[in-house]
């Protein structure tokens, strides 16, 4: 069966590290989001790709960047990861920007930045 | 820019008893979509019901219904007959026609009591 999956799916680490979050989806699915779930803030939109070689900054961007390099993959890296990175982040992905496209979710990745 | 409310952090219903969650959006846009998400404590995103704006049928999907007036720009999310396997966090999502970014509410905790 198609589906999303993240690794790890819990990560520890530390002020000033370099972290990436790993993202795949089956689907081939040319849309690919990463999120950031924050009490009170519900999920955040980070960064998105709607397909190879494109990548846009979304609302929560600074401290974050990706690259798409294959329809698959999405990863997400903290350049310098901060205690405000502390958070539950989630990776999508939807077929394409017509219709009520549904965005299938991955299972999550927990990061603490101690 | 788009905003997402959802102004009840936290609700309870009696198992077999009935439900409505509130969100309220603010847009310009005329064609749209809105979804709603629940997130049990596995913290998988699941889909719920969503909606086209230019549709003036509410939603419906077995217990889950959603009421939705677009003048007042309020999409409610009723669900009937409660079970047990309801109690989760739901949040209510936006997308304008054309994107496929989602706009997040801050989520209402719902719990179910027997």
């Known amino acids: 069966d198609a589906e999303i999956t993240q690794s790890p799916r819990h990560k520890i680490t530390e002020t000033g590290r370099q972290v990436t979050l790993a993202c795949h989806q089956t689907?081939?699915?040319?849309?690919m989001f990463w999120y950031r779930q924050d009490l009170g803030h519900g999920l955040r939109l980070i960064h998105y790709?709607?397909?190879?070689?494109?990548?846009n900054k979304g609302e929560v961007s600074d401290g974050y960047s990706v690259s798409r390099s294959n329809t698959e993959d999405l990863p997400l890296t903290l350049e310098s990861a901060a205690s405000s990175q502390t958070s539950v982040y989630f990776c999508?992905?939807?077929?394409?920007?017509?219709?009520?496209?549904?965005?299938?979710f991955g299972p999550g990745t927990r990061l603490t930045v101690l | 820019a788009q905003t997402v409310t959802q102004s009840q952090p936290e609700m309870s219903v009696q198992e077999a008893e009935t439900v409505t969650l509130s969100c309220t959006y603010d847009?310009?846009?005329?064609?749209?979509?809105l979804f709603w998400y629940k997130q049990p404590p596995s913290r998988q995103m699941i889909l719920v019901i969503r909606?086209?704006?230019?549709?003036?049928q509410n939603a419906t999907e077995n217990r889950f219904s959603v009421n939705f007036q677009k003048a007042a720009k309020s999409f409610s999310l009723k669900i009937s007959d409660s079970q047990l396997g309801d109690a989760a966090m739901y949040f209510c999502?936006?997308?304008?026609?054309?994107?496929?970014?989602?706009?997040f509410g801050t989520g209402t905790r719902l719990q179910v009591f027997p």
């Open positions: 999508a992905s939807s077929p394409g920007t017509s219709g009520n496209n549904e965005q299938f």
């Open positions: 909606q086209e704006a230019y549709k003036q």
């Open positions: 790709s709607y397909g190879v070689q494109d990548t």
């Open positions: 847009t310009s846009e005329s064609d749209y979509y």
């Open positions: 999502a936006y997308r304008t026609r054309g994107t496929d970014k989602l706009i």
């Open positions: 689907w081939n699915h040319n849309n």
